[in-house]
């Protein structure tokens, strides 16, 4: 499986920036999580990077900020139809741009080894995706935080741990990146997370730590 970092907060050279989020992944699915704040960004890295943002089996939403839904309408009118996998909040709007809105209220798996935590405190969900390397969690902004999120979809899916979380960890404090260090092989703090948190996984679990930023490909 692949991720393609669309867009990260750390920007990178010929590709576009802006605070946001939003993966492509390449696997037993086609599937984009999160649509970062601009569809201007989505278009212009997408096809830097060499990857089409058609032909999606569904879309991923984690929470209702715009820095993860500012692109959902672009990626409505390349995939008409398509499936919407989000949080309760704002159907009216995801209808107009196009998706088949499944709204989640609990956790639960949405495609042969995909799951979702579903909304914690009824806000953010995160997703697990099987790999042939064990359980990728993505996560959006970690606002309910990121081990709980984690420890959500370990419950879900069955499997005792992470192989990589990766995402915005939302400025966590040193214990919440302990408690996921203890559930998770890898650890990939992007998005919001802060430079704490990287200097922190960084020096703390060096063995632990991916670095991500925009344009990052990661083959699991
Ligand atoms: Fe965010």
């Known amino acids: 499986m692949r991720l393609i970092i669309l867009n990260d907060n750390v920007p990178a050279e010929g590709l576009l920036n802006d605070w946001g989020w939003s993966v492509l992944v390449e696997g037993r699915n086609r599937f984009i999580f999160d649509a970062d704040t601009n569809p201007l960004v989505l278009a212009h890295n997408s096809k830097a990077l060499g990857v089409s943002l058609n032909d999606l089996d569904f879309a991923f939403l984690s929470h209702w900020h715009y820095d993860h839904y ?13 499936r919407l996998y989000a949080p309760p909040g704002n159907r009216a709007m995801a209808l107009r741009w196009g ?35 064990g359980l990728v969690v993505i996560v959006g902004c970690s606002h309910p935080g990121v081990d709980r999120l984690t420890k ?69």
């Open 70 to 82: 500012g692109g959902l309408p672009y990626v409505g009118e390349l995939n008409p139809g398509l």
């Open 152 to 220: 959500a979809l370990l419950d879900v899916s069955g499997y005792e741990k992470a192989h990589l979380v990766i995402g915005g960890y939302h400025g966590p404090s040193r214990r919440t990146l302990d408690r996921l260090a203890e559930m998770a092989e890898f650890i990939a703090p992007a998005h919001c997370s802060g430079d704490f948190a990287k200097a922190y996984v960084r020096k703390t679990y060096p063995e632990k730590y991916v670095g991500v930023m925009t344009g990052s490909i990661i083959e699991v």
């Open 99 to 133: 998706f088949d809105v499944m709204e989640v209220f609990t956790a639960g798996e949405i495609a042969k080894g995909i799951w979702t935590s579903g909304p914690l405190d009824d806000f953010e969900q995160a997703l697990g995706v099987e790999t042939s390397s």
